[in-house]
């Protein structure tokens, strides 16, 4: 692709995507998504990605952990 094909995404901190996808018009594709600009619809990807590899981590599905039969009692 020879350029950019915009200048702004006219959103303050977001900066226009360089490679936004293999699509050629940028237009058509923000239009397919209904997203808003596609930057907008890059940054979530990652942060739902970021999000999902959290997830692995915190095992979320497992059984809680039971415990212990004192937690909650308070010393008097």
């Known amino acids: 692709m020879a350029g950019l094909v915009k ?3 006219g959103l303050v901190g977001l900066a226009v995507c360089d ?3 293999e699509e050629p018009d940028v237009k058509k594709l ?3 998504l209904q ?3 596609v930057e907008e619809v ?3 990807a ?3 990605l ?3 590899r959290k ?3 915190w095992k979320p599905g497992e059984p809680l952990v039971e415990p212990p039969a004192d937690q909650w009692k308070w010393p008097i």
């Open 42 to 44: 890059i940054l979530q």
């Open 50 to 52: 970021s999000l999902a």
């Open 7 to 9: 200048k702004t995404t």
């Open 55 to 57: 997830m692995l981590q």
């Open 46 to 48: 990652e942060k739902e």
């Open 35 to 37: 997203g808003g600009e």
């Open 19 to 21: 490679t936004p996808h």
């Open 30 to 32: 923000e239009n397919l």
